[in-house]
């Protein structure tokens, strides 16, 4: 059975480590940060050291205690699940789900009286979250997801003459709508893939030269 003391200690610690991994997601402008990392971790472990204390609790009972712990597993989907938003085609926020994950794992394993593993745990979280992300933005050339409308005289060829604009900036088309208004003018829109570095204002401007472009707008 574990004393009131050794049991401070461990959510002590468990807040601690659930904060390290929350202040590097804090850092990085994410909605789940130092507070609910360090929250996670420590009801994690309160969630464990009250599952391993059950048979003290209730004496001649039956049952796995760690069933109790399992939960915590599922349930930390979704609170997960809050911090994942979709823009257009970009998912963003599942790195910072999975944080939460490891982070209520953390909680969990300081419960359960392993220490090593949970600082392990958390030394290996914080350098992949704080260096792996400066690496990708140094070496990976990362592209963004954006729609963009253009209001266009309803006449042949203006489509391709659009496309033929985004091409020669690297922009990928991956969909396409097309929806008349009024004035004899139809609205194109265009789900796109940039390339990293685009000069957006140049975009538009050469867009906006076009002939028979009314228009030009991005989300």
């Given amino acids: ?45 309160l969630v464990m050291i009250v599952s391993l204390h059950m048979p003290w609790l209730v004496r001649g009972a039956s049952g796995d205690p760690g069933r109790i712990a399992a939960q915590v597993v599922s349930g930390i989907g979704f609170l997960g699940a809050g911090t994942i938003l979709r823009e257009g085609a ?35 979280v914080f350098l992949a979250l704080f260096f792996l992300t400066r690496l990708e933005g140094t070496f990976i050339t990362k ?11 309803d006449e042949p060829g203006q489509l391709g003459r659009v496309a033929s604009i985004l091409g020669s900036y690297r922009v990928n088309i991956k969909g396409i709508k097309l929806r008349q208004v009024e004035g ?8 796109v893939e940039e390339p990293r570095g685009l000069d957006h204002a140049r975009l538009t401007q050469e867009l906006y030269e076009a002939d028979g472009i009314m228009t030009v707008e991005q989300d």
């Fill in 184 to 191: 004899a003018c139809v609205e194109i829109q265009l789900h």
């Fill in 1 to 45: 059975m574990i004393d009131g003391p050794v049991a401070v200690l461990r959510l002590l610690l468990a807040a601690v480590l659930g904060g390290i991994v929350g202040l590097e997601r804090e850092s990085a402008g994410r909605p789940a940060g130092f507070r609910t990392h360090m929250l996670v971790a420590v009801g994690a472990a």
């Fill in 143 to 153: 592209r963004k997801f954006r729609t963009l409308s253009v209001v266009a005289r």
């Fill in 90 to 124: 970009t998912v963003r926020g599942l790195t910072t789900a999975a944080s939460l994950w490891v982070v209520a794992g953390v909680g969990l394993a300081v419960g359960a009286g392993f220490f090593f593993e949970a600082v392990s745990t958390t030394v290996i």
